[in-house]
Each structure stands twice: as C-alpha cells, then as structure tokens.
C-alpha cells in the first residue's frame, strides 16, 4: 500500500490528477466514485484540470441510498452528477439499485473491469455501503445501515431518523478487483480507523482492511487523518 499525507488541499489535487492520469492512459474506461464529503474536494479539484478525456469514462456509483426519488438531491446519484459527471462530460453513468445488482456486476465486467476507484471511508471502516461483517468475496448487495453510518450522514439528512435504513452497494469483491484503488481520508475523526486500515488484522469487522492485500492501493490523508501511522 502506498501512503501520500499532505494538506487536505494538497492531497485533493493529488487524488485529482490520479483520477486523470487514469482517464488519459485509458481511454474509456470504467472508473467508481464514492460520494461524500471528502471525495467532494478531489472532484472540485478534478472539475477545475479540465480533463477532456474524462467524458468518455464509464462512471459507476459506488453506492446509493435505497427509496429515494428519482433526483433526490442527497442521493449520491444526484450529488456525483453534480460535482463530478456533468461538469466533465460523463454520459455513460451506472447506479446500483436492489433489483439490478447483479446486472451492474455484469456491466462493471462487460467494460472489462474498474480500472480505478475512488473510495473515502466510514469512522467504522466502511467503504461504500460495505459495513463491518460484510463478507470479502461480496458482490453489489443490499445492505442494512448501522446506527454509525447514519449519524455520519445526518447532517445531509437534516437528523439521524431522516437517513434511510438500507442501501445498495458494491461489494468488497466488487471493489477490491478494481486494477487501482484509491482511498481519501481527511480530519482527525478519521485517524483510529485509518490506523485500523493501515495496521490493525484484517478482519470483516473491518471493511477497509481488506484493502491491505490490494496490490495497487494508494491511501491519501491529510495530517489529521494520519495522526495515529505517523
Ligand atoms: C459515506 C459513503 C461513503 C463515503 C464515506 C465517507 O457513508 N457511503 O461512500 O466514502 O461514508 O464520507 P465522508 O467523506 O463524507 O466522511
């Protein structure tokens, strides 16, 4: 695993031209992006290069929030196209849903894999929606979100009881076949479960652990998020 720590900023610029490097060496291809705070900043970052090669890219949304409207603006669907596909030209834009998981394995396949996802992380090692007891060997699966993950992402529901029980994600499996990785970190409140990604056994109690045995994972964090691997 390779580890990059610098300012938020500096770290956003760096994911950002990672991101591009991918989509001008290879033309098309496909490429999940998570949603969030953090990876936010890499897109604003990404958005501001002007990378034409971008708009040929397959985007796949890692995961998404299920029983929300078409065009709910705090589905990841809805957020992704708005800092990141259409301001770059993505057309091509796949979405899980519960009753076509398998069928988005299959496209992620039929464009001949990820090669790269973008991924930020849980204050409980999640990546995507993949909590802790996910299986390793997953695939894009409906899952029931902890009590944590909601109070992570309450405040883009305006309160805890707002965010939705369940979601659809792509699964450990799914991702950890990405041919790259990359994964963003920022602020203190992610330093415990940094150092569990970094060090701690990999475990299912800890998603992103997994992440250790991938063969080309670069970890980007901030000096706040890396305060307990330095
Ligand atoms: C959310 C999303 C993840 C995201 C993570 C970190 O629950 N499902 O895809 O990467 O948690 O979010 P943030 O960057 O806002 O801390």
């Keep these: 695993m390779k580890i990059i720590i610098d300012s938020a900023d500096k770290i956003s610029g760096m994911a950002a031209a990672i991101i591009a490097e991918h989509a001008k060496a290879n033309p098309g291809c496909a490429m999940a992006f998570a949603a969030g705070r953090t990876t936010k900043r890499v897109y604003e970052a990404l958005t501001a290069m002007d990378v034409k090669e971008l708009a040929a890219c397959k985007a796949f949304t890692v995961c ?3 029983g929300l409207e078409d065009g709910d603006q705090r589905s990841c669907a809805y957020r992704l ?6 301001k770059v030209g993505i057309t091509k834009i796949y979405t899980p849903t519960v009753d076509d998981a398998d069928k988005f394995d299959a496209e992620i396949e039929a464009c001949g894999g990820l090669e790269l ?11 995507g929606f993949n909590e802790p007891a996910t299986p390793y060997d997953s695939y894009t699966h409906s899952v029931l979100l902890t009590d944590k993950t909601k109070q992570m992402n309450a405040e883009l529901f305006s309160g805890t009881e707002n965010v939705p029980d369940n979601a659809v994600t792509m699964g450990l499996k799914t991702i950890c076949d990405a041919k790259n990785v990359i994964l963003v970190a920022f602020g203190s409140e992610k330093a415990e479960i940094i150092h569990q990604l970094v060090y701690g056994k990999t475990s299912t109690y800890v ?13 980007l964090l901030d000096e706040e998020a890396a305060e307990k691997i330095k």
């Design 207 to 219: 998603p992103a652990a997994m992440l250790q045995m991938h063969m080309n994972m670069t970890l």
């Design 117 to 127: 996802a973008v991924l930020g992380i849980g204050t409980n090692g999640h990546i």
């Design 81 to 86: 196209n708005d800092e990141l596909y259409s």
């Design 64 to 66: 998404e929030y299920e």
